[in-house]
T-cell receptor
Framework: GAVVSQHPSRVICKSGTSVKIECRSLDFQATTMFWYRQFPKQSLMLMATSNEGSKATYEQGVEKDKFLINHASLTLSTLTVTSAHPEDSSFYIC???????????FGSGTQLSVL | QKEVEQDPGPLSVPEGAIVSLNCTYSNSAFQYFMWYRQYSRKGPELLMYTYSSGNKEDGRFTAQVDKSSKYISLFIRDSQPSDSATYLCAMSAQGNTPLVFGKGTRLSVIA
């Protein structure tokens, strides 16, 4: 199946620092990528929809200045958590939509821990 | 009523059992239906994908969609301990719109 690479898999950082997470579709072009957040034993919560070459669309309650999304190419989207705080600690997962078969594939996730 | 309802379980079955996982939904516009398997601290893995109604079989997995009842199912035959994971149903009205997920069902297959 299609592969979506997400990096890094785990980040531990101090409060106040910024963290960038990369999401790459390795064998297909993805005009649309999605970013999710997941707390332990809970389902995925959509944060934003990222479209190549345009501004991301954020879900209600998600701060766009806090979670910066860039989708500069058809294979890469990045999520930057700016001035991270302990409450931002979570599991972040990206997904990429393959427009050829309409399937959605997920990255392996990034566990962010803010101290 | 939530858009997608899924019993969170946990569901525990003996090895070799047939597992039935289900979701109901309220939005009649949904056309794309997917089942994902997620292991702890990993990203979801696409298991089955169905467009519109019907059945689809892949190895030990069978997905069913009944749009008239707004009900989808995933069957796992000859379940194995390695099938122990959380299973998420997901659906959307259009291919490139965000999926709406169920809460996930935690499955444990006991050897």
């Amino acid at each position: 199946g299609a592969v979506v690479s997400q990096h890094p898999s785990r980040v531990i950082c101090k409060s106040g620092t910024s963290v960038k997470i990369e999401c790459r579709s390795l064998d297909f072009q993805a005009t649309t990528m999605f970013w999710y957040r997941q707390f332990p034993k809970q389902s995925l919560m959509l944060m934003a929809t990222s479209n190549e070459g345009s501004k991301a669309t954020y879900e209600q309650g998600v701060e766009k200045d806090k979670f910066l999304i860039n989708h500069a190419s058809l294979t890469l989207s990045t999520l930057t958590v700016t001035s991270a705080h302990p409450e931002d600690s979570s599991f972040y997962i990206c997904s990429a939509h393959n427009s050829l078969d309409e399937k959605l594939f997920f990255g392996s996730g990034t566990q962010l821990s803010v101290l | 009523q939530k858009e997608v309802e899924q019993d969170p379980g946990p569901l525990s079955v003996p090895e070799g059992a047939i597992v039935s996982l289900n979701c109901t939904y309220s939005n009649s516009a949904f056309q794309y239906f997917m089942w994902y398997r997620q292991y702890s601290r990993k990203g979801p893995e696409l298991l089955m994908y169905t467009y519109s109604s019907g059945n689809k079989e892949d190895g030990r997995f069978t997905a069913q969609v009944d749009k008239s009842s707004k009900y989808i199912s995933l069957f796992i035959r000859d379940s194995q301990p390695s099938d122990s994971a959380t299973y998420l149903c997901a659906m959307s009205a259009q291919g490139n719109t965000p999926l709406v997920f169920g809460k996930g069902t935690r499955l444990s297959v006991i050897a």
